[in-house]
């Protein structure tokens, strides 16, 4: 209902994907570095040619520093660069190791019947990142979440959301060895501000907690 009213006031004016919302601009610009990498990590895996994809960091650049993008691109860009330069050293070699990549930025679909009114309707969801574990052919969903402080109880809102139960529900359709969805928390580096304090140094943090399937769902 909130999509169908922004997109009713916005009905005659000019499409944007120029937004100026911050933490919009972090989540849009680390989940681009995340897609290259992990496309041309499946390259790799798969004898093609990566360069098909540029460097995740180049490609970070190239978006915020658009002539069309708003100054919060740019004002953002290296504290978003140094989170995925963190998020790279700590995950790239392990996860290429651990994980064949199958697919990234998928659209997945399902037909869903209003018993009701006998009417079908079709439901999708485009999950950012879909691997299968080497050591046992399971496949995992991940969802790459970004915040600015990571909390150990988000993850069960996350559960109960219908976004999640989508995921677990088309991964179960789409693959017989569907094992989970994982949220792949990624704390962006910044900077803390208190009112009676002097500013601190916030680092990266990386956590990857299974959301499992909320009771009834």
């Not at 360069?51 to 960091?57: A, C, G, N, T």
């Not at 993008?69 to 700590?90: K, N």
């Not at 995950?91 to 679909?109: F, G, M, N, P, V």
């Not at 991964?171 to 500013?199: C, M, R, V, W």
Request: proline share 6%; glycine share 4%.
């Amino acid at each position: 209902r909130k999509h169908f009213l922004k997109r009713e006031r916005a009905r005659h004016q000019p499409s944007s994907t120029w937004t100026t919302i911050e933490p919009f601009v972090k989540g849009t610009l680390v989940h681009l570095g995340l897609a290259q990498m992990y496309a041309r990590m499946y390259c790799r895996q798969h004898d093609q040619d990566e360069d098909e994809f540029l460097d995740p960091i180049d490609a970070m650049n190239a978006k915020a520093r658009d002539y069309r993008a708003p100054p919060i691109w740019r004002a953002v860009l290296d504290d978003c660069v140094y989170s995925f330069q963190s998020y790279r050293s700590r995950w790239e070699l392990h996860d290429e190791a651990r994980y064949d990549i199958i697919a990234i930025e998928k659209q997945y679909e399902i037909s869903v019947t209003d018993p009701d009114r006998d009417v079908e309707y079709c439901y999708t969801q485009r999950r950012d990142l879909g691997v299968r574990e080497k050591s046992t052919g399971g496949v995992i969903f991940w969802d790459h979440k970004t915040t600015m402080n990571y909390q150990s109880w988000i993850k069960y809102r996350y559960e109960l959301a219908l976004q999640f139960v989508g995921y677990n529900a088309l991964g179960a359709l789409h693959y017989p060895d569907f094992k989970s969805t994982q949220i792949n928390y990624i704390q962006l580096a910044g900077e803390k501000k208190s009112k009676s304090k002097p500013p601190t140094r916030i680092q990266p943090e990386f956590y990857r907690p299974t959301a499992n399937i909320a009771p009834a769902a």
